[in-house]
Nanobody, 122 residues
């Protein structure tokens, strides 16, 4: 069995930055092969898909709410979400996810990890 492992969350002041990382542990999943994305969910709110990057970084898509502030990237073993100019409304649990295809699109994630908490507060 395999699973996503997210890391890099924490507490930051408004205007600050964080970089989240996503890797896959266990056997049976080659992270390098698939499109991978990120979504977040805050208590009492719907899931919000944020960004997605296809295999080989051919294509990346972003939600309007984070476009220009967040950047998704990847190397062979890790997918990153660079988050800049963070706002209190960015506070949520952030999850790494995939639709198990080489391409990637928001709203199509099928499986995800346990998440990492991001708190933006002064």
């Amino acid at each position: 069995q395999w699973q996503f492992v997210e890391s890099g969350g924490g507490s930051v002041q408004p205007g600050g930055s964080l970089r989240l990382s996503c890797t896959a542990s266990g056997s049976g999943f080659n992270l390098d092969y698939y499109g991978i994305g990120w979504f977040r969910q805050a208590p009492g709110k719907d899931r919000e898909d944020l960004a997605c990057i296809s295999r080989s970084s051919t294509n990346a898509v972003y939600a309007d709410s984070v476009k220009g502030r967040f950047t998704i990237s990847r190397d062979k073993n890790t997918v990153y979400l660079e988050m800049n100019r963070l706002k209190p409304e960015d506070t949520a649990r952030y999850y790494c996810a995939t639709e198990l295809k080489t391409t990637c699109s928001l709203g199509q994630f099928r499986t995800w990890g346990q998440g990492t908490q991001v708190t933006v507060s002064s």
